[in-house]
């Protein structure tokens, strides 16, 4: 047995087969240097080019294909070392196999890289074309196509190995009811998503108000949604809550309410109270800033010390910062008619 070894190493060890071995290797480092030379010059000359076309598209595909391209060269280096050498053969049936599932998973890598650029992809379609994709479904959308690359990739590789993907489907279906069992609260919040895909009571960058929490929605993925609360906390709540909640949309009022009730004293005569009340009501009339419907001011209230009146209307901006100033301008206003006509309020 020595012997024999002893004969396959001294064979080996030829210089002959020193000098092959060189050369593969050689073959090996002149394809790196490929590699290097490709990364330093072709593709920053190729996103050069790219830039100036200002297409994002294929500034996002040379970005996802960069780390996956340069990793083409490491395998076919491999490749040519490997048919140049004698003793090993590249038409070898695992070896052929090792690189086809190489190949395949550098191109799914690349695309699962491009994918995640995708929700960019989406929006400009929104800009240039008349197809409107809701803001909400952005990220289901490029998820998903994140998922059927990988899951395509997984049925080729799998083929590769003369996998019959039927019995691996049928595999899925026997074991569904077990997955759905273990994965109950996981499938609900899928099931909530769907729901708030469907029904769109609110998208991205709107603010909220739920039992749970009140704030502007930052994302939405197939489990939770993130909502950036006033004091810049980030609560990640899950679909399934967030969907059997009510929830109250800010961001689609188009006009916000104010409503405050002035009190005055009993011994202030009637024609200052009507006086009071019809330039109120015509300062709110002849605002710009006031919704021109649902202006109320109304002596509503006897109370225990005091007239309500009650000062009831809707700015037009739903801004929260706008909405205060405007709220704040009309209240001096307000003072200044009751320090004209001489009308004193008192506090509740």
């Given at each position: 047995?020595?012997?024999?070894?002893?004969?396959?190493?001294?064979?080996?060890?030829?210089?002959?087969?020193?000098?092959?071995?060189?050369?593969?290797?050689?073959?090996?480092?002149?394809?790196?240097?490929?590699?290097?030379?490709?990364?330093?010059?072709?593709?920053?000359?190729?996103?050069?080019?790219?830039?100036?076309?200002?297409?994002?598209?294929?500034?996002?595909?040379?970005?996802?294909?960069?780390?996956?391209?340069?990793?083409?060269?490491?395998?076919?280096?491999?490749?040519?070392?490997v048919a140049y050498y004698p003793y090993l053969n590249e038409d070898n049936e695992a070896f052929r196999t090792a690189i086809k599932i190489i190949m395949i998973i550098l191109l799914t890598w690349g695309l699962v890289r491009l994918s995640s650029t995708s929700s960019n992809l989406f929006r400009n379609i929104n800009e240039r074309t008349t197809i409107n994709i809701d803001e909400i479904l952005i990220p289901?959308?490029?998820?998903?196509?994140?998922?059927?690359?990988?899951?395509?990739?997984?049925?080729?590789?799998?083929?590769?190995?003369?996998?019959?993907?039927?019995?691996?489907?049928?595999?899925?279906?026997?074991?569904?009811?077990?997955?759905?069992?273990?994965?109950?609260?996981?499938?609900?919040?899928?099931?909530?998503?769907?729901?708030?895909?469907?029904?769109?009571?609110?998208?991205?960058?709107?603010?909220?108000?739920?039992?749970?929490?009140?704030?502007?929605?930052?994302?939405?993925?197939?489990?939770?949604?993130?909502?950036?609360?006033?004091?810049?906390?980030?609560?990640?709540?899950?679909?399934?809550?967030?969907?059997?909640?009510?929830?109250?949309?800010?961001?689609?009022?188009?006009?916000?309410?104010?409503?405050?009730?002035?009190?005055?004293?009993?011994?202030?005569?009637?024609?200052?109270?009507?006086?009071?009340?019809?330039?109120?009501?015509?300062?709110?009339?002849?605002?710009?800033?006031?919704?021109?419907?649902?202006?109320?001011?109304?002596?509503?209230?006897?109370?225990?010390?005091?007239?309500?009146?009650?000062?009831?209307?809707?700015?037009?901006?739903?801004?929260?910062?706008?909405?205060?100033?405007?709220?704040?301008?009309?209240?001096?206003?307000?003072?200044?008619?009751?320090?004209?006509?001489?009308?004193?309020?008192?506090?509740?």
């Amino acid at each position: 047995m020595n012997g024999n070894w002893n004969e396959f190493w001294n064979a080996f060890l030829t210089p002959w087969n020193l000098i092959d071995l060189g050369i593969a290797i050689g073959i090996f480092l002149l394809f790196l240097l490929f590699r290097k030379i490709f990364t330093k010059y072709i593709f920053a000359i190729l996103k050069q080019f790219v830039s100036r076309s200002n297409s994002s598209l294929l500034t996002n595909i040379l970005r996802s294909f960069e780390r996956p391209v340069q990793w083409v060269f490491v395998i076919l280096g491999i490749y040519a070392a490997v048919a140049y050498y004698p003793y090993l053969n590249e038409d070898n049936e695992a070896f052929r196999t090792a690189i086809k599932i190489i190949m395949i998973i550098l191109l799914t890598w690349g695309l699962v890289r491009l994918s995640s650029t995708s929700s960019n992809l989406f929006r400009n379609i929104n800009e240039r074309t008349t197809i409107n994709i809701d803001e909400i479904l952005i990220p289901f959308l490029s998820k998903a196509l994140q998922v059927v690359i990988i899951a395509i990739s997984i049925s080729v590789i799998l083929a590769e190995f003369n996998y019959k993907i039927d019995g691996l489907v049928a595999g899925l279906g026997l074991g569904g009811l077990a997955v759905s069992l273990a994965a109950k609260d996981a499938l609900a919040n899928v099931v909530g998503g769907i729901v708030i895909i469907s029904e769109k009571p609110f998208t991205i960058g709107d603010w909220i108000r739920t039992p749970s929490v009140e704030g502007k929605v930052e994302d939405i993925t197939f489990r939770s949604t993130k909502i950036r609360t006033a004091a810049q906390a980030l609560v990640t709540l899950p679909n399934n809550t967030l969907a059997n909640e009510a929830i109250t949309n800010w961001s689609k009022m188009g006009k916000r309410q104010v409503s405050f009730y002035l009190r005055i004293k009993y011994d202030t005569p009637r024609e200052k109270i009507e006086r009071v009340l019809e330039r109120i009501r015509s300062l709110l009339q002849e605002s710009n800033e006031v919704h021109p419907e649902t202006i109320q001011v109304n002596l509503e209230n006897y109370m225990d010390n005091g007239f309500d009146i009650l000062i009831y209307f809707f700015t037009k901006t739903t801004d929260w910062g706008k909405y205060l100033e405007v709220r704040e301008a009309i209240n001096f206003k307000i003072m200044d008619i009751l320090a004209e006509e001489e009308v004193m309020d008192i506090a509740k």
